[in-house]
C-alpha cells in the first residue's frame, strides 16, 4: 500500500511539473499563446510570486525562450551599457545565457566578439540596441543571430558548433536589426533586412548556407516571420513594407504575394490563424487579413478585409476569433473574421496616461521611460495564458486582461527595485511567466 502511495506521489509530481517549451520569438509559431493553457499568476511584485531574479551581465531587448529546464536570453556588454560613457566600439560583445529554470543560476555564458564597424549607440537604434534578436532552438540546440557579427549555433550545454555570415550592411536609417530566426524543418531561416536585404537558410546540422534570396523589399523589415500550412503545404510568411510574402521554405523563392500594410517600414510580425495571415501598424499603415497560399498576386482573391491602424511595433494576439493589442493606452479588440472593432477601451487611471517613452535614456544606459503606463513607443507584444492577456510597457509595468466581448482589466504589475528599460515580449511555459528587463530576467510562478 506504501508503495502504491508512493507511486502516485511521484507520477503526480510528475504531471504538475510537466510544460509546453517556448523556443522562439512570441511561443509556438509566433502566436504568442501558451501552448499548456496552465493559469500562470495575474498579480506578481518583489515580493510576491517571484520565484527568482536573474542579474543580467548587459542590457538587451531580445525575448527569453524556454527549453526544458532551461531559458535562453542574449544581452551585450562593453559598449553603451552607459550612454553618458559609451566607451569603445571596440570592446562590444554580445552574449547568449543560459539560465536553469527551477533556480535561476546561471549554467553557462557565451560571449561573441561584435563585427566592426558596427552601428554607433544613439537615436532611433539606442531604443533597442545590440541584442534584439530573439534565439530560436529545436530542443537539441539553440540558435541565435547577432546581425552583422553572424549566425551561431550552440549545443545546449554551450558549445559552439558552427556559425554564418548574413551581410556586413547597416541599415540606412541607423534603426539597427531585430528579425529573430525561426526554424523549419532542418533549416535555420534568417530574416537579414539590414545586413543584406535578404533572408538566408543555413543547415542546422552543420551550417552549411542552403539558400539565399535578395530583394529589396526586405529592406526596413525589422518584423519575423511565421508559417502558413494550407493544403498540405508549408509557407514562410513574412509583412514586408506594402505587401504579405508567401514564401517556399526549402528554396527561398516567392510564390505568392499580396497587398499588405501601407507605408515604407514594418515594424511588427504578421500572425497566421486557420490558414489566415493578419498584419497590422500605425501611422497610416492600417491592418490586413489575408488568406495564406496560391500562386503570383494574390490581392484581389486572398484579400479578407483592410482596416484603420493597428499596433505599430508590438504584434496583436489572436484569442477565439477575435484580435487584441494595446497601442498608446488603448486595448482594442476586432472581430478576425470580419475587422469589425469590438472595443476600444483607454485603460483607467492616471498612470495609464503617462505615456511609454518619458526618458530617452535608452536600454542601454538601464534608465526607465519615465510615466508608468502604456504608450506608442512600447517594443513588447502582447501573449497570452489560461484566456488572459499580458501586456508589459517599456516603463516596467504589466496589465492583465481577461479576454472577452468586454473589457475587463484585472491587475497591474510592477517590480519596483527595477526602473530600467522592459522591451522584450515575456515567455510562457509550465504556468510560469519570463520577464526580462535590461537588468534582469524574472521568473513569474506560483
Known amino acids: 500500500m506504501q508503495l502504491k502511495s508512493f507511486s502516485l506521489l511521484v507520477m503526480l509530481t510528475f504531471v504538475g511539473t510537466a510544460h509546453a517549451d517556448w523556443t522562439r520569438f512570441r511561443g509556438p509559431n509566433g502566436s504568442g499563446i501558451a501552448p499548456d493553457?496552465?493559469?500562470?499568476?495575474?498579480?506578481?511584485?518583489?515580493?510576491?510570486?517571484?520565484k527568482w531574479k536573474f542579474a543580467l551581465p548587459g542590457p538587451g531587448s531580445s525575448s527569453p525562450i524556454v527549453v526544458g529546464n532551461k531559458v535562453f536570453i542574449t544581452c551585450w556588454s562593453g559598449y553603451a551599457t552607459d550612454p553618458q560613457n559609451p566607451g569603445s566600439l571596440e570592446d562590444l560583445k554580445r552574449h547568449l545565457i543560459c539560465v536553469d529554470r527551477a533556480t535561476g543560476k546561471e549554467l553557462w555564458n557565451r560571449a561573441i566578439k561584435a563585427k566592426l564597424p558596427e552601428g554607433r549607440y544613439g537615436g532611433m537604434f539606442a531604443q533597442?540596441?545590440?541584442?534584439?534578436h530573439t534565439p530560436v532552438s529545436d530542443g537539441k540546440n539553440v540558435y541565435v543571430h547577432f546581425g552583422k557579427?553572424?549566425?551561431?549555433?550552440?549545443?545546449?550545454?554551450?558549445?559552439?558548433?558552427?556559425?554564418?555570415?548574413?551581410?556586413?550592411?547597416?541599415?540606412?536609417?541607423?534603426?539597427?536589426?531585430?528579425?529573430?530566426?525561426?526554424?523549419?524543418?532542418?533549416?535555420?531561416?534568417?530574416t537579414a533586412s539590414a545586413e543584406s536585404q535578404a533572408m538566408v537558410a543555413f543547415d542546422t546540422g552543420n551550417g552549411r548556407e542552403v539558400w539565399r534570396q535578395v530583394a529589396g523589399g526586405f529592406d526596413n523589415t525589422w518584423g519575423s516571420p511565421v508559417v502558413a500550412s494550407v493544403d498540405g503545404r508549408d509557407d514562410i510568411v513574412l509583412s514586408v513594407p506594402g505587401?504579405?510574402?508567401?514564401?517556399?521554405?526549402?528554396?527561398?523563392?516567392?510564390?505568392?504575394?499580396?497587398?499588405?500594410?501601407?507605408?515604407?517600414?514594418?515594424?511588427?510580425?504578421?500572425?497566421?490563424?486557420?490558414?489566415?495571415v493578419y498584419a497590422m501598424a500605425d501611422r497610416g499603415g492600417g491592418s490586413v487579413a489575408v488568406k495564406a497560399g496560391g500562386k503570383g498576386d494574390v490581392s484581389q482573391s486572398h484579400v479578407i478585409w483592410t482596416g484603420g491602424n493597428g499596433s505599430r511595433i508590438p504584434t496583436p494576439v489572436f484569442w477565439q476569433g477575435r484580435l487584441y493589442?494595446?497601442?498608446?493606452?488603448?486595448?482594442?479588440?476586432?472581430?478576425?473574421?470580419?475587422?469589425?472593432?469590438?472595443?476600444s477601451e483607454r485603460l483607467p487611471g492616471d498612470e495609464a496616461l503617462a505615456g511609454g517613452q518619458g526618458g530617452q535614456s535608452g536600454p542601454g544606459g538601464f534608465g526607465g521611460r519615465g510615466g508608468g503606463g502604456f504608450g506608442a513607443g512600447d517594443?513588447?507584444?502582447?501573449?497570452?495564458?489560461?484566456?488572459?492577456?499580458?501586456?508589459?510597457?517599456r516603463s516596467g509595468?504589466?496589465?492583465?486582461?481577461?479576454?472577452?466581448?468586454?473589457?475587463?482589466?484585472?491587475?497591474?504589475?510592477?517590480?519596483?527595485?527595477?526602473?530600467?528599460?522592459?522591451?522584450?515580449?515575456?515567455?510562457?511555459?509550465g504556468g510560469q511567466l519570463f520577464l526580462r528587463s535590461a537588468r534582469n530576467l524574472y521568473c513569474v510562478g506560483k
Open 37 to 50: 493553457n496552465q493559469p500562470v499568476p495575474t498579480t506578481w511584485s518583489d515580493t510576491e510570486n517571484l
Open 128 to 132: 533597442h540596441g545590440y541584442a534584439s
Open 149 to 190: 557579427s553572424g549566425v551561431f549555433a550552440f549545443d545546449l550545454d554551450g558549445k559552439q558548433l558552427w556559425q554564418g555570415d548574413v551581410g556586413d550592411g547597416l541599415n540606412a536609417r541607423n534603426w539597427g536589426s531585430s528579425s529573430s530566426p525561426i526554424l523549419h524543418n532542418n533549416l535555420l531561416i534568417v
Open 243 to 276: 505587401e504579405i510574402w508567401g514564401i517556399n521554405p526549402e528554396t527561398g523563392k516567392l510564390r505568392w504575394f499580396s497587398a499588405g500594410l501601407r507605408g515604407d517600414s514594418v515594424c511588427g510580425s504578421a500572425i497566421v490563424q486557420d490558414g489566415v
Open 325 to 343: 493589442w494595446i497601442s498608446g493606452s488603448l486595448v482594442n479588440c476586432r472581430d478576425a473574421k470580419t475587422g469589425q472593432e469590438i472595443y
Open 379 to 393: 517594443y513588447a507584444s502582447p501573449v497570452v495564458a489560461n484566456g488572459h492577456l499580458y501586456q508589459v510597457s
Open 397 to 429: 509595468q504589466t496589465v492583465v486582461i481577461k479576454l472577452g466581448e468586454k473589457f475587463e482589466l484585472i491587475a497591474r504589475n510592477r517590480f519596483t527595485s527595477d526602473s530600467s528599460d522592459f522591451s522584450a515580449t515575456p515567455a510562457i511555459s
